[in-house]
C-alpha cells in the first residue's frame, strides 16, 4: 500500500528543521533555549547606508546579502 500522506494533517505535530552552515560549510542545527526561542551569541552588523524607521509589510521587504554567519 502506498503511503499518499504528504502534509501532516495534524497541526501540533507539525516540525521545521533549520540549519546554519560553519565557516568550513559544514551544516550545524541552530541552537534555541528550552522555549524553543532562536539563541544568537555576538551579532555584528555593518552598514553603510541605513534608512531607520517603521517598516510596514505593504510596502516593505527586508533583503540580508554579501552576509555571513558564524555558527560556533
Known amino acids: 500500500m502506498p503511503n499518499n500522506l504528504v502534509f501532516n494533517s495534524v497541526a501540533s505535530k507539525l ?3 533549520i540549519n546554519g552552515q560553519d565557516s ?3 551544516a550545524k542545527p541552530i ?3 528550552n522555549n524553543g526561542m532562536i ?3 555576538t551579532v555584528t ?3 553603510l547606508d541605513l534608512d531607520i524607521r517603521n ?3 505593504v510596502t516593505d521587504s527586508v533583503l540580508i546579502s554579501n552576509a555571513s554567519v558564524t555558527v560556533t
Open 15 to 17: 516540525l521545521v528543521l
Open 24 to 26: 568550513l560549510g559544514n
Open 31 to 33: 541552537k534555541v533555549d
Open 39 to 41: 539563541q544568537l551569541s
Open 45 to 47: 552588523v555593518t552598514a
Open 55 to 57: 517598516l510596514s509589510g
